[in-house]
């Protein structure tokens, strides 16, 4: 195999890694994801669920009905050994019912709006003791500060789907 062939293979295998190291770090409201964190309170453990899920939900063990979502977070270029929480999900026990109703009925929740989801989703620091509304201060703070820049290589933190 001549030297230019060799490279240009190369290329094609960066290529092919950068592709699924976007799919891995994509968006976390990708679409193509099929799973989600989420987190047991009591467990203190992550695990994945279909992203249909909604919190609260089962969980996976201690407590019944402790699992809550997670923002995952990590470096793309490091790999899963950099993976944390950057914080957790979950909705007030009158956003919970009626989205569940939605569920069993196959009826849309009527006259929901953003500031409305935003009122009724509740998000917490995993080392946190309270659930903030994600419309609050507190919320928002934990929603848009959560990104920091690998130490080894300096590359903004990404959202991580299992
Ligand atoms: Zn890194």
């Known amino acids: 195999m ?3 062939k060799t490279v240009q293979i190369g290329i094609i295998i960066l290529a092919v890694a950068g592709a699924a190291a976007f799919f891995v770090f994509g968006r976390g409201d990708s679409e193509a994801a099929k ?3 989420f987190y ?3 467990e203190k453990r992550l695990y994945r669920a ?3 899920g909604f919190a609260p939900e089962a969980g996976v063990g201690g407590a019944p009905g402790d699992g809550v979502e997670a923002v995952v977070v990590g470096c793309p270029d490091c790999g899963t050994k950099s993976l ?3 914080y957790l999900k979950t909705h007030t ?3 919970k019912q009626k989205h569940d109703a939605a569920v069993r009925t196959g009826v849309p929740i009527e006259g929901l709006t953003r500031p409305w989801i935003a009122d009724h989703t ?3 620091l995993v080392d946190g003791d309270k659930w903030y509304p994600a419309s609050s201060e507190g919320g928002t703070h934990i929603v848009s500060e959560w990104r920091r820049r690998c130490p080894t290589h300096g590359t903004t933190e990404k959202p991580v789907q299992p």
């Open 2 to 4: 001549d030297r230019k």
């Open 35 to 37: 799973y989600q964190y």
């Open 40 to 42: 047991d309170l009591s």
């Open 50 to 52: 279909p992203r249909a």
């Open 84 to 86: 944390r929480i950057a």
């Open 93 to 95: 026990p009158e956003y």
């Open 122 to 124: 509740l998000v917490r």
